[in-house]
């Protein structure tokens, strides 16, 4: 009889030593089941497919592009005129064909570019002297004209060479609606213009 009543206490013990961690398992599956840990859980699975489920992201590639002018084939020719000084002031206009273009200060390089070919052939323009590059700018309502010219080295003219170039300049671009001009000499302002004539130091 001594040896159930120690199987009982035995099991009695078992039971009341693995009652704690019963009570912990039923706790922790009561707090799984309460409607905000729920909610939580689902929300975490709806994101963890959606992370799955979002395709790699593409790589982007930087396209660069060159943009040229090109002149419009539908558009006929221009005929502008470039006005040549001579000495004592005599001045004579010469037709030159171009071709048209919207862009007034390209429109402007190009009678430059050929007023300069006019003044070559009659020896006034010297050769180391390159076209000007142009850019038109508003002041106060008037219209100036910047040039520069790129110079490796200033060519040699005599004062009266000189004065007739920056006379047919000014006066071509008179002509065709510049109210003032401003130069630079490798994208800077110069006291002279070639070796002899002096210029404005500011744009203004």
């Known amino acids: 009889m001594p040896r159930p009543l120690q199987l009982r206490h035995y099991r009695y013990t078992a039971l009341t030593s693995f009652g704690p961690h019963f009570v ?3 706790a922790a599956l009561r707090a799984a089941y309460h409607p905000v840990t729920f909610i939580g859980l689902l929300i975490l699975l709806v994101g963890v497919v959606n992370l799955c489920s979002v395709p790699p992201r593409q790589r982007v590639e930087r396209a660069t592009v060159t943009l040229e002018t090109i002149a419009l084939a539908d558009e006929p020719p221009v005929e502008l005129e470039v006005v040549l000084v001579g000495d004592a002031g005599a001045t004579n206009t010469r037709l030159v064909e171009l071709p048209a273009s919207p862009d007034a200060a390209l429109r402007l390089t190009g009678l430059l570019a050929a007023l300069r070919e006019v003044m070559r052939e009659d020896g006034r323009w010297p050769p180391e002297l ?15 004209a910047v040039l520069n010219f790129s110079l490796a080295q200033r060519p040699t003219v005599t004062i009266s060479q000189e004065h007739q170039l920056y006379a047919s300049l000014a006066a071509t671009l008179q002509r065709h609606g510049v109210g003032e ?3 630079l000499i490798n994208g800077h302002p110069s006291p002279v213009f070639i070796n002899h004539l002096a210029l404005r ?4």
């Open 24 to 26: 912990r398992a039923g």
């Open 130 to 144: 390159p076209a000007p590059q142009l850019f038109l700018l508003e002041r106060r309502g008037v219209t100036v």
């Open 181 to 183: 001009m401003r130069i």
């Open 201 to 204: 130091r500011s744009l203004d």
